[in-house]
């Protein structure tokens, strides 16, 4: 009996950071890398659009910003706009997606749940998150390479960010 209350303790101790909070991403800004022409545009505008859940697409050619506004209970994760860009022949550059939360303290290193996909917070500051908030991607592939390496040296405390699990999402609240 003791052995069955230890282990209810340990199970509650690994999984106490992770709050469940199925937040819903709403929005999605995409900058894409690699752009040359309004063609290049239209290919990534045209894969966007094709996605099952995306309710519009909106392009700004002067920064190469795709705003992807997403239909209410949409399935779509971070990794299905992302590989949406690849197919279309480009990168993501940085990746901003809006969702709705209530009363969630994004302490450093907690993660939560949002469609499937386990967010993790970094460099965090401990103030409560209520309505859009707004979440960058911090990890390989949803910033540059350059970023990348940078991130990799002073986001080395988190044990989960060079994994590179396409589950885990390292966000910083903007």
Do not use: W
């Amino acid at each position: 009996m003791k052995t069955i209350y230890q282990m209810l303790l340990l199970t509650f101790a690994v999984f106490l950071p992770a709050a469940t909070v199925y937040g819903q991403i709403q929005k999605a800004e995409i900058v894409a890398t690699g752009l040359t022409c309004s063609m290049c545009s239209n290919a990534i505008n045209k894969q966007l659009k094709s996605i099952d859940g995306v309710e519009k697409v909106e392009t700004d050619l002067n920064t190469n910003t795709f705003t992807v506004i997403l239909k209410p209970d949409n399935t779509i994760t971070p990794a299905t706009l992302k590989n949406s860009v690849e197919k279309a022949g480009f990168f993501v550059g940085s990746m901003v997606i809006t969702l709705s939360l209530d009363q969630v303290v994004p302490k450093d290193n907690a993660a939560v749940e949002a469609q499937g996909a386990t967010l993790v917070f970094v460099d965090s500051k401990e103030k409560v998150l209520n309505g859009q908030t707004r979440l960058k991607i911090q990890d390989k592939g949803y910033v540059t390479q350059k970023e990348y390496k940078k991130l990799q040296k002073s986001y080395s405390k988190y044990p989960t960010y060079s994994v590179e699990n396409e589950g885990d999402f390292h966000v910083k609240v903007i």
